[in-house]
T-cell receptor, first 111, second 113 residues
C-alpha cells in the first residue's frame, strides 16, 4: 500500500517568514494529494490539494508543488502569521479509497 | 461546501460499557465514509471504510467485533466502541468522500475510565 513520509516533524518560524513542509509517497499510482491543517482538539481541515495532472497550485499565501517523477510534494506558506500555528498533515490517495497520511508537522509561528 | 457533523465531541465512559459516535453528512449524500483513530501527537490511522448498505471494510489489526460500524443511510455512519477499556481512549475522527475530495468531522475525544 501507499506510504507517506513527511518532514520536518516540527518547524518554528518567525512571523512573516516562509514555511515549507515536504512529503514523499511510494505508490506512483497515487493521484490526489491534499494538505490538512489540524488545530488542537479539532478535526483536520483541508487547506489546499493538488491532483496528479497539475504541477503547482496556489491559493493566496499557500501553495503546493508536485513532482511526480520524484514522487514528492511540498506545502509552501508565505508571510506566516501566528494563526498559521497548527499541525499540518499531507496525504496521498489512489482515489476514493486508501488515503494515507504523513506523520504531521507541528508549525509554530513566533510573533 | 461539504459539511460533516460528528457527535459527541467528547465522551467519558466506564470500562466495559459501549459508546456510539455518529457521523453525518449534512448537505450531501455520502456512500463512503471513513473512520480514523488518532493518538496524541500522532497522525491519523485509518480504522475502517464504511459503505452505505454493506459491511464495513476494516484495516488490518482493527477488531471488527470491538469497533462496530453501521452505515444504514446515505447521510449517517456510526462507530460503536463495545466493551470499552482505557486503552481505547483516543481521538476518533470520521470523514466522508465527495467530489473527489474528503471532508472531516470535528472529532470525538473518548476517555474510558
Amino acid at each position: 500500500g501507499e506510504n507517506v513520509e513527511q518532514h520536518p516533524s516540527t518547524l518554528s518560524v518567525q512571523e512573516g517568514d516562509s514555511a515549507v513542509i515536504k512529503c514523499t509517497y511510494s505508490d506512483s499510482a497515487s493521484n490526489y494529494f491534499p494538505w490538512y491543517k489540524q488545530e488542537l482538539g479539532k478535526g483536520p481541515q483541508l487547506i489546499i490539494d493538488i491532483r496528479s495532472n497539475v504541477g503547482e497550485k496556489k491559493d493566496q499565501r499557500i501553495a503546493v508543488t508536485l513532482n511526480k517523477t520524484a514522487k514528492h510534494f511540498s506545502l509552501h506558506i508565505t508571510e506566516t502569521q501566528p494563526e498559521d500555528s497548527a499541525v499540518y498533515f499531507c496525504a496521498a490517495s489512489l482515489g476514493i479509497h486508501d488515503m494515507r497520511f504523513g506523520a504531521g508537522t507541528r508549525l509554530t509561528v513566533k510573533p | 461546501g461539504a459539511v460533516v457533523s460528528q457527535h459527541p465531541s467528547w465522551v467519558i465512559c466506564k470500562s466495559g460499557t459501549s459508546v456510539k459516535i455518529e457521523c453525518r453528512s449534512l448537505d450531501f449524500q455520502a456512500t463512503t465514509m471513513f473512520w480514523y483513530r488518532q493518538f496524541p501527537k500522532q497522525s491519523l490511522m485509518l480504522m475502517a471504510t464504511s459503505n452505505e448498505g454493506s459491511k464495513a471494510t476494516y484495516e488490518q489489526g482493527v477488531e471488527k467485533d470491538k469497533f462496530l460500524i453501521n452505515h444504514a443511510s446515505l447521510t449517517l455512519s456510526t462507530l460503536t466502541v463495545t466493551s470499552a477499556h482505557p486503552e481505547d481512549s483516543s481521538f476518533y475522527i470520521c470523514s466522508a468522500y465527495r467530489n473527489y475530495g474528503y471532508t472531516f468531522g470535528s472529532g470525538t475525544r473518548l476517555t474510558v475510565v
